[in-house]
């Protein structure tokens, strides 16, 4: 004879609800009828990440804010859905200055032991990829999350104790929690009035819409690195560890698109640049050619940095692409048309 569930009595939005003990708030809103998005949008529930770190699915539980995908349920507790009216929140790690920066940070800018920009990492990412060069911070849901404004007014502080031009955020990936990044910005341009500031967004691009672009262009985002991982739907589902394909297939399109938007909308007002993850466990040259091509067609001015992925995380099987061999991906690039193609080696930047 199976036992039935223990349960346990919640109230949601003023409604009372008899759900299963030991899951989450996010499985037990499911339960009651709501419904959760893996797509970040200006209301209603998303929960992009599921580990915890991008604060996307917060929900007001017992008068605090507190993140649905990981708290788990308990006997009267009393959940509101709607959070408008409270400050969005995000893991953060940094501010810490660079001395290279990231996929979008002006290669003419980049002067040898100097730093060039000051850059926050954003905890939490939509993907699950195997090799991800920044686990520390992407999976951190432990650490005390900040509002918008705090996290704008600190990084500016260091951003005029360094006397850089760029303000970053990367990740992790900074695109899931959308209020908090919009917010960022226009908070960052209230701070940040001088025209040549760099508001600089390092993203994978599986979450750029154009709205959603639109949007951050006009809250001040003026440089954008986009990472579209590959050429193939094949490539993309082996270095994200996305296995549905037509999700994959989503996040891949979205992605290019994204490069393609920011090129024919915003030529003049963003600067951007194209990063490709590269380690021959996971691409060919061939593919190197194809995304050569295919950005070549978009702008063969655009600039591109090849990051040579090392062995980390899941992936410690892998060996990291030595100097020559990028030097041989950044011929391939620059053969297919492409001018500006920066490669990341064991020695340094090389390029363009």
Not at 36 to 51: E, M, N, Q, S, V
Not at 111 to 120: D, N, P, S
Not at 150 to 170: F, L, N
Not at 210 to 235: F, S
Request: with cysteine.
């Amino acid at each position: 004879m199976v036992e039935e569930r223990d349960s346990v009595r919640i109230e949601v939005d003023g409604a009372v609800f008899r759900v299963p003990r030991g899951i989450t708030v996010k499985k037990a809103l499911e339960l009651c009828g709501y419904t959760f998005t893996i797509t970040p949008r200006k209301d209603g529930l998303y929960a992009p990440c599921r580990t915890g770190g991008c604060w996307s699915c917060a929900v007001e539980i017992d008068g605090e804010l507190e993140r649905s995908c990981i708290t788990p349920v308990r006997d009267g507790m009393v959940i509101r859905t709607d959070v408008s009216d409270r400050p969005p929140l995000r893991i953060l790690h940094g501010p810490q200055p660079h001395s290279v920066g990231g996929k979008a940070t002006p290669w003419s800018e980049k002067r040898k032991g100097l730093y060039i920009e000051v850059a926050y990492w954003a905890a939490g990412c939509n993907l699950r990829c195997p090799q991800c060069q920044n686990y520390h911070v992407t999976y951190d849901n432990v650490s005390a999350p900040i509002t918008p404004e705090k996290a704008a007014r600190v990084i500016t502080y260091h951003r005029r104790r360094y006397g850089v031009k760029g303000i970053a955020i990367s990740g992790g990936e900074p695109t899931l929690n959308r209020r908090w990044l919009v917010e960022y910005f226009r908070k960052l341009r209230e701070l940040n009035k001088d025209e040549d500031v760099r508001l600089h967004l390092d993203s994978n691009g599986t979450l750029l819409t154009p709205d959603y672009i639109d949007e951050l262009v006009e809250a001040g985002c003026n440089n954008i690195g986009v990472e579209p991982k590959g050429a193939r739907v094949e490539t993309f589902m082996r270095i994200t560890g996305i296995r549905d394909r037509e999700l994959a297939e989503r996040y891949l399109k979205t992605s290019w698109n994204a490069v393609k938007y920011i090129v024919d909308n915003y030529r003049e007002e963003v600067y951007l640049g194209v990063g490709i993850p590269y380690n021959k466990a996971f691409m060919s040259l061939e593919e190197v050619a194809e995304i050569g091509y295919k950005l070549a067609s978009i702008d063969p001015e655009v600039q591109v940095c090849v990051l040579d992925y090392r062995p980390v995380f899941r992936r410690r099987d892998i060996k990291r692409p030595g100097v020559f061999e990028m030097l041989k991906v950044k011929k391939v690039l620059n053969e297919a048309g492409l001018k500006y193609v920066i490669v990341q080696t064991s020695i340094g930047h090389i390029g363009p």
